[in-house]
């Protein structure tokens, strides 16, 4: 049922969604031109999304919020069951893998307070392609003015922790490491010096939203006008050209040709998405004599997440190794395991397999896609526990969620 809000609520919650996939680009126009910041500042901006979506979802509360709202709860718990553990045995933890899981509850819940207000979702992810693309082109044609309003390199070793001589991309337009082309590798060759980032820094994140544009255009079709239609696509075609990611390749042709499919699929077939996922990589990509963080392709990356996974003990298992999280960046799953524990990893699965009810085509096609999108995104890194690639992705999955669930009510 839709609730009438004001003109500035509406506001505030595109706002919401925006900000949080663009405000490190306003940290670092601030970082290059206006004062140095730090991991502080990315924090406060992170705790002031939250209490955002707290505030503006507030007046729109629905029984559909609380299974997200619950999915935080139990995080809680596995993170004091965590802390204490490591206390126990005298070890710090950080209460980064608790935000991380608030990221997934707030903007789910800010998917179902956009549809419960009324405001179209597809008009907003429009606006933010729209925008991407602007700084995408300003990168790709003019990159020593792009490098010189955000400076990426500088915010990275600012608010990240980085070095110099990691976080350096090409020498002289103060991007980040990973805009680099690497030699020999599967190109789309749209580009001639680098892999792009527009607002969002960093080419990973790129690639992660142009797969939300075509997972929101395969289940909202008919939401988007014709015009947003032709725009969100080619925005998403210039996004993948640009990330130049294999992934995303691989994504986007999954969504396009799966787009007759997943309705055909039985309902609880989502659960066994990832279980079938890793062990099909187990079979063709495991093999730690051969696979190590250096090789950089799909049997490579795939097989050394499954390297990592398989070297997680007891204790990594029930959380008790926090030293091991931030060595476990290239592989989702074992970063998800060593800070949320193996049930803290289960929980997420049943979550995503779950969390949208299929009572027609478009939520049945947002729910596989959700899940082949988590389970393929876990074995290269958690990046969509990133506040630039959850916003968008579990603010389309709590949107579509709660249409399905009115349209059952109905």
Same mark, same amino acid.
């Given at each position: ?138 990168? !790709? ?10 400076? +990426? ?64 255009? /395969? ?25 130049? /990611? !294999? ?44 696979? *190590? ?5 799909? +049997? ?27 060595? /476990?960046?290239? /592989? ?50 958690? *990046? ?27």
């Amino acid at each position: 049922m839709k609730r009438t809000v004001s003109p500035f609520h509406m506001a505030l919650l595109a706002g919401l969604l925006l900000f949080g996939m663009f405000y490190n680009a306003l940290l670092a126009v601030l970082n290059a031109h206006v004062f140095p910041v730090a991991t502080l500042h990315v924090m406060l901006c992170e705790a002031l999304v939250l209490a955002g979506i707290a505030y503006a979802a507030y007046p729109l509360r629905d029984g559909a919020m609380r299974p997200w709202l619950l999915f935080s709860g139990l995080f809680v718990f596995l993170y004091l069951w965590v802390a204490l553990y490591n206390g126990v045995l005298g070890q710090e933890v950080s209460p980064k893998p608790l935000r991380d899981v608030f990221l997934i509850s707030a903007y789910g819940v800010l998917g179902i307070a956009y549809a419960k207000a009324g405001l179209s979702l597809p008009r907003v992810l429009t606006a933010a392609a729209l925008a991407v693309i602007a700084f995408l082109l300003l990168e !790709r044609f003019a990159v020593d003015i792009y490098g010189s309003i955000f400076n +990426p390199l500088s915010y990275y070793i600012n608010t990240r922790g980085f070095t110099e001589r990691v976080a350096s991309g090409l020498e002289g337009l103060n991007l980040f490491y990973n805009t680099q082309l690497v030699e020999g590798r599967f190109s789309l060759g749209f580009l001639s010096t680098h892999r792009l980032s527009s607002l969002f820094l960093e080419q990973t994140t790129l690639a992660n939203f142009a797969i939300v544009l075509a997972m929101s255009l /395969s289940v909202l079709w008919q939401d988007y006008t014709v015009r947003q239609r032709a725009l969100v696509a080619a925005c998403a075609l210039l996004m993948l050209l640009g990330s130049d /990611s !294999r992934m995303a390749l691989g994504m986007c042709a999954i969504v396009l040709l799966g787009h007759k499919l997943w309705p055909l699929l039985p309902r609880l077939g989502t659960l066994a998405v990832m279980p079938m996922l890793l062990a099909l990589s187990a079979m063709m990509f495991y093999d730690p004599q051969t696979y *190590t963080l250096l090789n950089d392709n799909l +049997p490579g990356r795939f097989g050394w997440s499954l390297t990592q996974l398989a070297q997680i003990d007891l204790q990594g298992l029930l959380g008790g190794r926090p030293e091991m999280i931030l060595e /476990s960046m290239d /592989s989702g799953y074992s970063y998800v395991i060593y800070a949320q524990t193996v049930f803290g990893m289960v929980a997420l699965w049943l979550f995503t397999a779950l969390i949208v009810p299929q009572r027609n085509a478009p939520a049945r096609r947002m729910a596989y896609l959700l899940n082949v999108f988590v389970a393929v995104n876990l074995m290269t890194g958690p *990046t969509i526990l990133s506040i630039k690639t959850a916003a968008p992705l579990w603010a389309l999955a709590g949107y579509v969620a709660y249409r399905a669930r009115q349209e059952a009510v109905a």
